[in-house]
Structure formats: C-alpha cells, structure tokens
C-alpha cells in the first residue's frame, strides 16, 4: 500500500533543520504484514531526543530511514499467527521488541532483548528484513515502529494493546517517554517512603519522571534543568523545589534517588554529585557514544552508593504500560500534561530544531 512519512535522508546535516532540511515527507510503499506482524494506522507519534540523535549524528543509522519510536495507532490488519490482537484495537508501539527467549528477556527488564536490538540496530524488524521502499529501493525501519507515517507494519512484539478511553497522545506518550522515566523509578531505583527523589534533565523522559515521583507521593521531589521554563512547568507538575545545576551546587542538595534524563555528561556528574549516601543514581539519557564523565569511585565506596544504567525503564512494555493506564484512569498520573504541542508532519523539521534547541516538551505528530 502506498503510505505518507517523514524520512530521513542523512544524518548530521547542519542545523537549523529548517534550512538544511535532512527530513523529506513523501510517498512510499508498504508491504502487507507478514507472520506475527500487524498494519497500524498511526494515530499519533512524539518527538523524542532518541530521534534527534539520529539525525544530529549522535547515533549513527543507516538511511534512508523512516523516523518515529514513539507512536500509536489503531490495528488494521494482523498477520498470519497473531491471535490475541484483533484488527480495531489500539495498540501503544514500543522501541524494544522483546522476542521472550534470549538471556536479556529473561532479566525482566534489566538488560535489552538481543535480536531486539540487533534488529533495531540494522533497521529492520524483529523478524528480519524490511517493508518500507521508495522507487524501487528498500526503506530502513527506525527501531522496529517507524511511527513517523500515516501507516507502520510492526511485529506484534513491539506493541501493546491498550482501551479505547485511551486518548491517542497519551498512549503515544506512554510507549517511550512513560516507560523509560517512570521504569527509571519503579523498575531500576524502587524508592521508598520518605525518600527524596530529584530528576536532573526536564524533557519528555525527565518530565515522566516528575509526574510519576509526584503520584508516587513518597517524599519530597526536586526537578532540575537550566531552562527557566521548564522549571516552573515541574513546579506545575507538583515538585516540591526545582533549581539550576548552579543553584543546586550551590545549596548542597542531595537526595536518595537521583534520576538522569539530559543524556549529556554535565548532567549525569550533577546527578552525581547530588545522590547522597546510600542513595542511587539512575541514569537513563542517551550522550555521545565518545562521551565520558568524572567521578570518584571513593564517593562510591566510602558513601555506599550506587549509580545504575536503565534503558527504556529496565521496561517490561507488557507489564508496565497496563500500570500506567491504571494510574493515568484514577486521575493520578496526568500525562496529558506531557503534550506541549500538536503538530503536522510537513513541520517536523522545524519541530525537531524546538526540541534541539530545548523549547519543546513533547511534540506529538497528529494525523487525521
């Protein structure tokens, strides 16, 4: 079938995006779904930093590809052997398909599915090759969704099904930006009653992270990032104090579990430096694959803690996104919030240099 996407074309292409415009959106072909896979229509798809460090060159891929990790959309079709999945159901599209029998699905959650990420790392899918071309040549799949077009065949693996009542953003939301902020907490630093919770780094993850720390309704929660903005809207959100990584230096605040979100070495040493003893960092964001930071392992020892690397939450997407649903169903997990604009597809361009630039929270693509 012929289907509408945003491709991209080559990677670190100078900014502004708008100018150099790396991103086309035209037509492509669409194979028809094969064993344990399904056609979604794509209802609504977030703009991630994952994305972005494609493009920018941080995380090289191959191209031509067909962006969008975080997407949901509505079941049209399902392939040969699916059947627990019917056509008309919602599904939330996860970047991690999870093939249930290498050592890292059996780590609930800790360490990623190896297929999965092999697969994701040659942009195909889970079950081999591709099926997406344009002009007669193959189209490389963004970590297994490709969310980015009117239309995605996904393996059943990389979805979740989730209700109706389920609004398209939020269940869009909930596949990377949910999963990867609140499992940081839940899955990797499991805090507990009284403790402080602080995240370091406000975009679509970090702010996740905020609203999650505040349902949790622990102990204190102390937002962190060097955008003003941003800042206010955490206070928005319920954190009980918000600084800059000055202001935070400067106060000598600590807390027991310290969540990074910035992917950037800055970050994570402030992240650091702010876990007090007995405490955990968990770091979540995505730096340079060169990127290195400065740390005491002293601190480590002398201080009893911890410092823990968490990919996509240390997520089981089946698991956790039914308790998000829950949580989000009794009013007590507002991911509405997370959507700071609404946007078409022929912006994605200038929609990704508003996240580089860190004026976005989270951009959702809406399609009719």
């Known amino acids: ?62 191209v031509p590809m067909l962006l969008g990790h975080e997407a949901a959309g509505i079941v049209e079709q399902v392939g040969e052997g699916v059947d627990d999945i019917t056509a008309g159901q919602r599904v939330v599209m996860t970047f991690l398909p999870r093939c249930g029998e290498c050592a890292g699905c059996a780590s609930n959650g800790r360490t990623p599915c190896a297929p999965g990420s092999v697969a994701n790392n040659a942009g195909e899918l889970l079950a081999g090759g591709r099926r997406l071309a344009r002009d007669g040549e193959e189209v490389h799949h963004h970590l297994g969704v490709s969310g980015f077009a ?24 909930l596949g990377c930006a949910v999963l990867t902020g609140g499992g940081a907490l839940l899955n990797a630093a499991k805090p507990q009653t009284g ?10 993850v970090g702010m996740a992270a905020v609203l999650v720390a505040v349902s949790l309704g622990l102990g204190e929660v102390i937002a962190v990032d060097t955008v003003p903005e941003k800042l206010a809207l955490a206070r928005e959100f319920g954190a009980t104090a918000t600084y800059t990584p000055a202001e935070l230096a400067e106060a000598g605040i600590v807390a027991d579990t310290v969540i990074e979100a910035a992917g950037n070495v800055r970050a994570f040493e402030t992240a650091v430096a702010a876990t007090a003893p007995g405490g955990v960092t968990v770091t979540v964001g995505l730096p340079a694959p ?43 997990l507002p991911l509405e919030r997370l959507v700071s604009a609404r946007i078409g597809i022929d912006s994605i361009n200038e929609a990704f240099d508003d996240l580089a630039a860190g004026a976005a929270l989270r951009q959702v693509i809406v399609f009719d």
């Open 1 to 62: 079938m012929k289907i509408r996407g945003a491709v991209l074309e080559r990677i670190a292409a100078p900014a502004p995006f708008a100018d150099s415009r790396p991103i086309t959106i035209g037509e492509l072909d669409l194979a028809e779904p094969g064993p344990g896979e399904l056609l979604v229509r794509i209802e609504a798809a977030g703009l991630c930093h994952s994305d972005l460090s494609v493009i920018d060159g941080n995380r090289v891929r191959p």
């Open 150 to 173: 009117s239309h995605a065949v996904v393996d059943r693996r990389s979805v979740v099904p989730v209700d109706d009542d389920v609004p398209p953003e939020v269940a869009a939301v």
């Open 195 to 204: 403790d402080r919770i602080m995240v370091v780094g406000l975009g679509g």
């Open 290 to 332: 060169d990127a290195t930071a400065t740390i005491s392992p002293l601190t480590l020892v002398a201080q009893g803690r911890t410092i823990i690397g968490s990919y996509l939450g240390s997520a089981v997407p089946s698991r956790d996104i039914p308790e998000y649903v829950r949580r989000w169903r009794a009013g007590e």
